[in-house]
C-alpha cells in the first residue's frame, strides 16, 4: 500500500498558489478505488459518466441520485486516502435551492464523499450559494457540461469564439464568488483554458483543456483502455487493460475446454474415501 496522506482544500489551494500541478481520476466501485487509492493521484470523481461506464445508457442524463448513493459508497470504502468527490445527477439540482441542498446533504450524510460536483455557469449561481451556506463544499464544472449537451448540440468544444470564451471566464468568477473551492473546465480550446485558470485563484481542474490548468482529469476506464464504446480526443490511453482482459478471459476458456486447468495447485487434493457412495 502506497505511503499516502489525503490531501485537503488547503492542499489544492496550495498547490495552485506554488505551481504545483495534481491529478483526478474517475471510480465507480471498490476495486478500483483500492487501486487508484495506492497510487499518487489525489483525487477521485464518482462521476455521473457511470451511467455510460457502468450501466451503458448513451448519455449520463438518466443517472438517479440512488445510483450515486450505490457507487459513492463503494468508492469512500476503498480509497481511504483519496479525496472523494460525488456528482450530482441531472435532475438533482435544477429545481431549486432547496433541492439542491436536499440532495447534496444526501450525497455528503449517505456517502462520507468530500465534496459534491455540479454542473453548471452563472445559472448556478445561487444553487452553489445555498449548497456552500449549508456548509458542503462544492466543484463546479463548466465549459462541456454532458448532462445539458444535447441543447449546445452535442460533444463538442466549447469556447471556440470570442465570445463564448468570455462567457466561459465570466461563469468562472461567478462560481468563484458564489463559493466553489475549484472547478472542472471540459472540452475547451488550449488558449481559453489558459484564461481561465488565470481568471480565478481557485483551481482549475481541466478534462480537454490543455495543458495550462491547475489539474487533469481524465475518466480511468478510457485512460486505461477499457472502455471500447469511444474515444474522445484528449484521451491519452496509458494502457491498453481491455485487450488485457480479454487475453486473460481466453487463456482461461482454452484451459478450460482443453483440461489445463485446474491442475493439482487449484484443487482440494485431501484424500477422501468415497466407497459407501457407490
Ligand atoms: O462524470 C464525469 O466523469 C465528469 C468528468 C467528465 C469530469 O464529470
Known amino acids: 500500500m502506497a505511503d499516502k496522506t489525503k490531501m485537503t482544500v488547503m492542499d489544492f489551494k496550495k498547490f495552485k498558489e506554488e505551481g504545483r500541478k495534481f491529478s483526478y481520476v474517475t471510480a ?35 443517472v438517479t441520485m440512488e445510483d450515486m448513493v ?52 452563472i445559472e448556478m ?55 466553489v473551492f475549484s472547478m472542472v473546465l471540459e472540452a475547451v480550446p488550449t488558449v481559453v483554458g489558459k484564461a481561465v485558470t488565470e481568471a480565478v485563484k481557485v483551481p482549475v481542474l481541466g478534462i480537454g483543456a490543455g495543458p495550462h490548468v491547475d489539474c487533469q482529469v481524465l475518466v480511468t476506464q478510457d485512460m486505461l483502455g477499457m472502455y471500447g464504446e469511444f474515444k474522445p480526443k484528449f484521451v491519452k490511453q496509458y494502457a491498453n487493460i481491455r485487450k488485457v482482459m480479454v487475453d486473460a478471459l481466453n487463456d482461461f476458456h482454452k484451459e478450460t475446454l482443453s483440461g489445463e486447468f485446474p491442475t493439482p495447485e487449484f484443487s482440494f487434493n485431501k484424500e477422501v474415501t468415497l466407497d459407501k457412495l457407490y
Do not use: W
Open 28 to 62: 465507480y466501485d471498490y476495486t478500483m478505488a483500492s487501486i487508484i487509492d495506492e497510487s499518487n493521484v489525489e483525487i477521485i470523481l464518482v462521476g455521473d459518466s457511470l451511467g455510460m461506464i457502468m450501466l451503458g445508457y448513451s448519455s449520463t442524463t438518466p
Open 70 to 121: 450505490h457507487h459513492i459508497r463503494p468508492v469512500v470504502k476503498g480509497a481511504p486516502n483519496t479525496f472523494i468527490v460525488g456528482d450530482t445527477p441531472f435532475g438533482a439540482y435544477q429545481e431549486s435551492d432547496e433541492q439542491a441542498v436536499h440532495n447534496a446533504v444526501r450525497l455528503i450524510k449517505e456517502t462520507g464523499c468530500d465534496c459534491v460536483k455540479l454542473e453548471g455557469g
Open 125 to 179: 449561481e445561487s444553487r452553489i450559494k445555498a449548497i456552500v451556506n449549508a456548509g458542503i463544499l462544492v466543484m463546479g464544472h463548466i465549459g462541456l457540461t454532458p448532462q445539458t449537451a444535447t441543447s449546445v448540440g452535442g460533444f463538442k468544444v466549447q469556447g471556440g469564439t470570442t465570445e463564448s470564451a468570455l462567457k466561459l471566464i465570466e461563469d468562472a468568477k461567478t462560481l468563484e464568488r458564489a463559493g
